[in-house]
């Protein structure tokens, strides 16, 4: 009971919490909409995702001044590469939230005479590019880490003691893609962090795909990875050293 | 900058200033409407306030949990008044926040056919209870600094004059002559309910949280009065009072020494 409330104390964990359900919502509607016996039940998922949807973007209201403050501190770190994608994201995501702010005021009402398709389109373009930057922040992460490992005493005995595990697979595999699976996988499993948090943008990823129709998938699948993303979001929350910094 | 984000990220600092936005939509609507403003207008002021307090049903969903720890929380207090008042106080608002979780469900379409009145009602009952409570705790905090306060002025006052026990309207309460008439005349009860009224002054003044809390419990007392149909005021009032209430609380998660303890 202590740490339900220590979370959902935090802005995030609510936030988190509610997009979890509004995307199991979308995920069940999807596999039950050619069900005739579960209309009812139905509406009711439609209600509750757009009720949960309204109410999240309501609660988003004063997140842009959030992400130009992240943007303001993340300008400060030392490594270009990571000071590169890391501002870029988060200017991207400030952005991102002031189409959100005016979706909401158009739908509220207290906006009238805006194009909503265009406002929402721009608002997939922005989120897409600052998940294309999380992404590629990741990836440089990734690749540091592997050099880095490839670098230790420990690990180098550990991958000779693999090839030399299985001998007449090495010979099918190509021994250099076998070795430098097991580095990547090595690295993965020594920074879950990291793991972690590619496997969430890969996921969110989606979403934009298939609203800008680079790549269209369905409802379903939407619905599940957004389902998961949001999943492995509640993780790092619950779990601070499951999140990864900066 | 800094300090915004600090107070966004506490969940209940957000969902604080969303009912000030609220009170104010009913405010601003009753003003509209005195003042002849389109009919266009007021029903967008009207949908604004109707999904605010949808939203905030929505942020609230937890709270029931919360209000229960609170209430573990305060049966370890030493004092025993104040250990009833604040534990009932939480147990109300944790039934409070079913009944609001139960009414979300409705709203929402989750229970079709619930009667949203019935429950409505109920939420406002308990929530009514709760903030009685926090007033008769108030009251005792008073009754308790200003207890202290003359003790400690008629200890400062005998100190200063040996010959105390004339009497005379600085300490007429504590004369004890021979003379003090068994039904004080009006002039005397005047002159005491004047102390009085200036002790409560002075312990409120010197008091910041208590002061706050004791005005942010009174402007609340009056939207559960009016939506059970007690003392109704009308959605101007009700609209103000829930507006200060929440500027005051939202000064109390900004400045959290003037939040009252336990």
């Known amino acids: ?246 | 900058m800094e300090s915004w984000v600090r107070f966004s990220a506490q969940s209940q600092a957000k969902e604080r200033v969303f009912r000030a936005a609220q009170y104010a939509c009913t405010l601003l609507g009753y003003t509209l409407q005195r003042g002849g403003a389109t009919a266009e207008l007021l029903k967008t002021i009207k949908q604004l306030e109707a999904h605010l307090s949808l939203s905030r049903k929505l942020m609230r969903l937890g709270n029931s949990a919360e209000a229960l720890e609170a209430a573990k929380r305060a049966i370890h207090l030493s004092d025993c008044v104040l250990r009833l008042c604040i534990t009932v106080a939480h147990l109300n608002r944790a039934m409070y926040f079913a009944c609001d979780n139960v009414l979300w469900a409705g709203k929402t379409g989750l229970l079709p056919q619930l009667d949203q009145n019935k429950w409505s009602q109920r939420s406002f009952r308990y929530y009514l209870f709760a903030l009685i409570l926090n007033l008769t705790r108030d009251a005792y905090e008073i009754r308790l600094l200003m207890e202290r306060e003359s003790r400690s002025i008629s200890a400062k006052g005998s100190l200063a004059s040996p010959s105390a026990l004339s009497p005379g309207p600085e300490n007429g309460e504590f004369s004890l002559g021979p003379s003090t008439p068994s039904f004080p005349a009006l002039p005397v009860l005047t002159a005491r309910l004047q102390r009085q009224l200036r002790l409560l002054f002075s312990v409120l003044r010197s008091n910041p949280p208590l002061l706050l809390d004791l005005l942010k419990n009174l402007c609340d007392v009056f939207i559960p009065l009016d939506k059970l149909g007690l003392y109704s005021t009308g959605p101007g009032f009700v609209g103000a009072c829930g507006l200060a209430s929440s500027i005051l609380s939202i000064l109390t998660i900004l400045y959290p020494w003037l939040k009252l303890k336990p």
């Open chain 1, 1 to 246: 009971m202590e740490s339900f409330i220590k979370y959902s104390n935090q802005s995030q964990g609510r936030d988190r919490i509610f997009r979890a359900t509004q995307y199991a919502c979308a995920l069940a509607k999807y596999l039950l909409r050619n069900d005739p016996a579960r209309k009812a039940l139905l509406v009711k998922l439609r209600s509750l995702e757009s009720n949960m949807s309204s109410g999240r973007k309501l609660f988003r209201l004063g997140n842009t001044v959030n992400s130009i403050d992240a943007a303001k501190r993340t300008l400060l770190l030392s490594d270009p590469v990571l000071r590169l994608c890391l501002t870029v994201a988060n200017v991207s995501r400030a952005l991102y939230f002031i189409c959100d702010n005016v979706l909401w005021a158009k739908h509220i009402g207290l906006i009238q005479g805006i194009d909503k398709d265009r406002w929402s389109l721009n608002a997939s373009r922005y989120y897409f590019v600052s998940l294309l930057m999380n992404l590629t922040r990741d990836a440089y992460v990734m690749a540091q880490l592997m050099v880095q490992k490839s670098r230790e005493k420990q690990f180098q005995q550990k991958a000779s003691q693999h090839l030399n595990d299985s001998p007449d697979v090495a010979c099918v595999i190509i021994p250099q893609l076998d070795a430098f699976l097991f580095l990547f996988i090595e690295s993965l499993r020594s920074h879950p962090a990291v793991a972690l948090d590619t496997l969430k943008n890969a996921c969110d990823l989606f979403i934009p795909l298939d609203k800008l129709g680079i790549y269209q998938t369905n409802a379903g699948v939407v619905g599940m990875c957004g389902l998961v993303s949001s999943l492995i979001g509640i993780l790092s929350v619950l779990k601070p050293n499951l999140k990864i910094k900066p």
